[in-house]
């Protein structure tokens, strides 16, 4: 898929949970061509001290308005000031995305069922991926984890996703906290293990899982799938300099050798992965 190089326009820039943004930009060409699990390399607007730029994963995307949705926590300078632009701004308020980036979910052919593993913020990543699944009307469940019940910020799409599509959503989703403050108390990992097993024990297991969040949760639960057989896929967070593939920054260990995120991932196999 070509890369283009975009300016996008800040629509809305809005807190969503502890330390949560979700940012939507007007960039009707990536829009237009990004997959699931893919990314943009985002310059920071306003921001001379840092030019490089940053892997902001899509979380949402309008094809007919030609926006995309970023879920982006605060943890550095970069971050924080992008939690301080408003569209209001000034139309200065621009900022260049290169996309569609990387490699994204890739489904096999045929999957009768799915299982979409998320905390954190890597429940965003996988909302494409679920509106995909039901469109193909593949039957799928998720599990979202996260540290409280405020930093579930993906929770009413979820919801609302799962609702529409009863025909191919085999249950409504699983949610965990860290704190017990809403759903499972603890790491979702227990609801990762027992909802394989359900589906083996129901003679339905699933053909497919795909996992993002924490790296720890992406070793663990990918260990889960392949303990009960079922092909795994974890889409892999790493510093990126130049986002296509020239800087060698954000290599990842694999059993074929080092690999790329940013262009051969940042969705990996699970088993490939050396942890």
Same mark, same amino acid.
């Given at each position: 898929?070509?890369?283009?190089?975009?300016?996008?326009?800040?629509?809305?820039?809005?807190?969503?949970?502890?330390?949560?943004?979700?940012?939507?930009?007007?960039?009707?060409?990536?829009?237009?061509?990004?997959?699931?699990?893919?990314?943009?390399?985002?310059?920071?607007?306003?921001?001379?001290?840092?030019?490089?730029?940053?892997?902001?994963?899509?979380?949402?995307?309008?094809?007919?308005?030609?926006?995309?949705?970023?879920?982006?926590?605060?943890?550095?300078?970069?971050?924080?000031?992008?939690?301080?632009?408003?569209?209001?701004?000034?139309?200065?308020?621009?900022?260049?995305?290169?996309?569609?980036?990387?490699?994204?979910?890739?489904?096999?052919?045929?999957?009768?069922?799915?299982?979409?593993?998320?905390?954190?913020?890597?429940?965003?990543?996988?909302?494409?991926?679920?509106?995909?699944?039901?469109?193909?009307?593949?039957?799928?469940?998720?599990?979202?984890?996260?540290?409280?019940?405020?930093?579930?910020?993906?929770?009413?799409?979820?919801?609302?996703?799962?609702?529409?599509?009863? $025909?191919? @959503?085999? +249950? &409504?989703?699983?949610?965990?906290?860290?704190?017990? =403050?809403?759903? #499972?108390?603890?790491? *979702?990992?227990?609801?990762?293990?027992?909802?394989?097993?359900?589906?083996?024990?129901?003679?339905?297991?699933?053909?497919?899982?795909?996992?993002?969040?924490?790296?720890?949760?992406?070793?663990? $639960?990918? @260990?889960? +799938? &392949?303990?009960?057989?079922?092909?795994?896929?974890? =889409?892999?967070? #790493?510093?990126?300099? *130049?986002?296509?593939?020239?800087?060698?920054?954000?290599?990842?260990?694999?059993?074929?050798?080092?690999?790329?995120?940013?262009?051969?991932?940042?969705?990996?196999?699970?088993?490939?992965?050396?942890?």
């Amino acid at each position: 898929m070509t890369l283009v190089n975009e300016r996008a326009r800040l629509l809305a820039n809005r807190q969503v949970g502890p330390n949560l943004f979700i940012m939507t930009l007007s960039s009707p060409r990536i829009a237009a061509t990004i997959e699931p699990g893919q990314f943009v390399h985002m310059t920071i607007p306003a921001f001379e001290a840092h030019i490089l730029r940053r892997p902001l994963s899509v979380y949402a995307r309008d094809v007919e308005a030609g926006t995309v949705e970023v879920l982006y926590q605060t943890v550095g300078a970069g971050t924080a000031h992008l939690a301080t632009l408003l569209p209001e701004t000034g139309a200065g308020f621009e900022s260049e995305l290169i996309g569609p980036v990387g490699r994204g979910w890739r489904v096999p052919q045929g999957c009768a069922r799915a299982l979409l593993v998320g905390g954190g913020v890597g429940a965003a990543p996988l909302f494409m991926l679920a509106e995909s699944l039901a469109c193909a009307n593949v039957p799928f469940e998720v599990v979202l984890g996260a540290q409280t019940q405020a930093a579930h910020v993906c929770r009413d799409r979820y919801d609302a996703l799962v609702a529409q599509a009863q $025909a191919c @959503a085999d +249950a &409504a989703p699983r949610y965990a906290t860290d704190d017990g =403050s809403f759903g #499972r108390a603890g790491f *979702c990992t227990g609801l990762v293990e027992e909802a394989l097993a359900e589906a083996e024990a129901a003679g339905r297991p699933y053909e497919y899982v795909a996992v993002c969040g924490p790296e720890p949760l992406m070793k663990i $639960a990918s @260990a889960m +799938a &392949a303990d009960h057989g079922v092909f795994c896929e974890v =889409s892999l967070e #790493r510093r990126m300099a *130049c986002g296509i593939g020239a800087c060698l920054s954000c290599v990842v260990d694999t059993v074929d050798g080092k690999k790329r995120s940013c262009v051969d991932g940042p969705v990996f196999e699970a088993e490939k992965v050396v942890w």
